[in-house]
C-alpha cells in the first residue's frame, strides 16, 4: 500500500472492549491514501456566511460550495513536533478528524495549518503549502457516537512567551460526521479505505493569525480521557 504518494502513520487506535472498564490500544501503522480537508462545515448557515463574508473582506475567496472537500496530499499528514512553513504568515487551526481504517471509523484530532497569505490567492493552492499535524491516536467512532454531542475541541498557542487559549468549543459547531460523510461520497457509502477526512473548524479568539506553536486536543468528558498533540513550526525563509 505504501508509495510515494501515501503518508505512513504510526498511530495508536483505541477502542472499548466487551470487558467493562477496558480499554483495548492497537498501535500500527497506517497508509494514508487519501487526505480530504473539509471547509465550511458549520451548522449555522447563517454563521457560515458571516465567516465568508469576514474572510473576502480580508482577500479570500469565497468557497465554489459550504461545505467544500478540498483534496491535499496525503504525504502532508504528519505525527511530528516540528514542521517546516515558508515566511511567518502560517497558523493552525484545530479540527477533528476521520480516518477509514481496517475496516471502521475512527475519530481524531488534527491541526489544519495553513498559509494565510496563500490564501489569498487561493484556498486550494494555501491547503497544499503546509503539513497538515494529526495526533497519533484514534477513538473508533462507535465508541463516542452515542456522545457525540459532549466532545469538545480546543486549541492553545504560545504568544509573546504565554499560552493562550485560541479555540474551544464543541465538535456540533461543524456538520454531523455521518452527514459529512455523504455530503462528501456523495452514493451513501461511507470513506474510502485509508482516508482521512479534517472535518472544520471553530472561530478563533482574537481573530485568525499566524501561529508559531500550537497545541491541539480533543475531549470526551463522558469517558474521561482526551487526545492530545502539539507542534512548532520552523519558518523558512521567503528569498523572492
Not at 44 to 53: C, L, N, Q, R, T
Not at 131 to 143: H, L, M
Not at 156 to 165: C, D, N, T
Amino acid at each position: 500500500m505504501s508509495g510515494p504518494n501515501y503518508r505512513t502513520c504510526r498511530v495508536a487506535a483505541h477502542s472499548l472492549s466487551h470487558v467493562a472498564g477496558q480499554v483495548e490500544l492497537r498501535p500500527s501503522e497506517v497508509a494514508i491514501e487519501q487526505a480530504v480537508v473539509a471547509g465550511w462545515t458549520g451548522r449555522d448557515p447563517a454563521a457560515v456566511e458571516k465567516h465568508i463574508k469576514e474572510l473576502e473582506a480580508l482577500g479570500v475567496k469565497r468557497p465554489a460550495t459550504t461545505p467544500i472537500f478540498y483534496r491535499v496530499s496525503a504525504a502532508r499528514v504528519t505525527t511530528d513536533d516540528l514542521i517546516e512553513a515558508t515566511g511567518e504568515g502560517s497558523g493552525g487551526e484545530v479540527e477533528f478528524v476521520l480516518l477509514q481504517h481496517a475496516g471502521k471509523l475512527w475519530v481524531g484530532t488534527g491541526s489544519d495549518h495553513t498559509d494565510r497569505e496563500v490564501e489569498k490567492y487561493g484556498v486550494t493552492v494555501s491547503k497544499q503549502m503546509c503539513e497538515k499535524p494529526i495526533a497519533p491516536v484514534f477513538w473508533a467512532y462507535d465508541d463516542v457516537a452515542p456522545h457525540w454531542n459532549r466532545l469538545i475541541l480546543r486549541a492553545h498557542v504560545v504568544e509573546g512567551g504565554k499560552r493562550a487559549l485560541y479555540q474551544e468549543g464543541p465538535v456540533t459547531a461543524m456538520m454531523d460526521p455521518r452527514a459529512l460523510i455523504a455530503r462528501h461520497v456523495g452514493n451513501g457509502g461511507g470513506l474510502p479505505e485509508g482516508t482521512l477526512m479534517f472535518c472544520g473548524t471553530l472561530a478563533a479568539h482574537g481573530g485568525v493569525r499566524p501561529t508559531r506553536e500550537f497545541a491541539f486536543e480533543i475531549e470526551d468528558p463522558v469517558l474521561d480521557r482526551k487526545i492530545a498533540h502539539a507542534y512548532r513550526v520552523q519558518t523558512l525563509p521567503i528569498l523572492g
